[in-house]
């Protein structure tokens, strides 16, 4: 029966499919000596991944449209999105269902096909951080669905227009006998809540669209923030971030700031340091330019970076409570034809803790 009702919406809504599919190979082009392979690169960016998206659209009517999403990369198969959409005017709109949670500016460009770098800035990267293990990734790796409600609409104006994204979703998920977020178990346990208390988050974006000059195309500043429990009592987080987006000609330049504040537990028997503040911080950023070369060539340069600070439960391997990461990036794609991409990137990884590393990216990028 629940076939023939799903049948029955197909037929009399539009429908519109999409999705991607993405290959990459990492080579590590120097080690230090000394340096474990498996270690340094972490099991899922040890040999060839892929990642793969499928999404269809439903216009239901003119004022109701239904999306969903299934992806594949190294969290498994999961429902990267799964709601309805109630447009009810530019300046107010409800989504409800599972969906990607607005925060920064990469979220909605998260797929490979949707942005020229091979790896994700590194304050959103997830299987192919170097180190991963022992940083327990970044500062909120993408893509970031959740189960929620949102409001969201857009006020325009003759020169600017002004965005909002206000959300009530399940939260990231963790525990308090390691003092942080466990990303595993926030993507596998996502039909309850842990501690039956929503997170909340917004997000605002100032855009210029229509500037005076005519090679200054647009230019975008957004601020987003998060907040709420992630353990099965009492411990927060708490995410802010500031983004930049402007583009001259056709070359774009993106930059964003952001943290992550998670509070750990009373207990310094489960910390190997004396605590000074209950809290650990995550600190990201990354500024990138590219653009076009030719009819069938892109380039890209980006150099990000990431911080820990605060006290390590016992089991961690890392020595320091302020550990940093520094990253500088060179990417070059070649495009032979309508929906195909081959990506080519050259990183260097600078370690505060560990020797430094270069790795080379290959991927082929295949959309429809």
Partial sequence: MTGVVFFAVLMLADVNFAGSIYVNQPTLVTEAQGQDKRDLLGDTSYGMNAEAAFKVVAEVQDHVSASAKVCYGCHGFMADMAYFDWTIADQFNVRAGRFPVPFGEFYLRHDPANHRSA???????????????QFNLAVL???????????????RGETAELSYNAYAVSGLKGDAATGDLDFIRSRSEYIADNNRSPTAGGRLTLAFPNLPISAWRWFALGLSGMWGHYDDD???????????????????????????????PNAQAAFRNTLQDLYVQRDGFYVEL??????????????DGFRRSGALPVA???E????????YTGGFNILPTTGVKLKLSYEYWQFSDFPAAQIVHSGLVGTF
Avoid: C
């Fill in 141 to 155: 790796p993408e893509p970031y669905p959740d189960n929620g409600v949102e409001l969201f609409g857009t006020f």
């Fill in 320 to 327: 320091s409570t302020d550990s940093r990461i520094y990253r």
């Fill in 234 to 264: 009492e411990l927060t987080y708490l995410l802010g971030g500031v983004d930049l987006y402007t583009r001259v000609q056709k070359i774009n330049l993106r930059g964003e700031v952001m943290f992550r504040r998670t509070e750990i």
């Fill in 119 to 133: 790896t994700k800035p590194l304050p959103y990267e997830m299987g192919r951080m170097l180190r991963r293990n």
């Fill in 290 to 303: 590219d653009g076009p070369l030719a009819d069938h060539f892109e380039w890209l340069v980006r150099f």
């Fill in 316 to 318: 961690s391997t890392l």
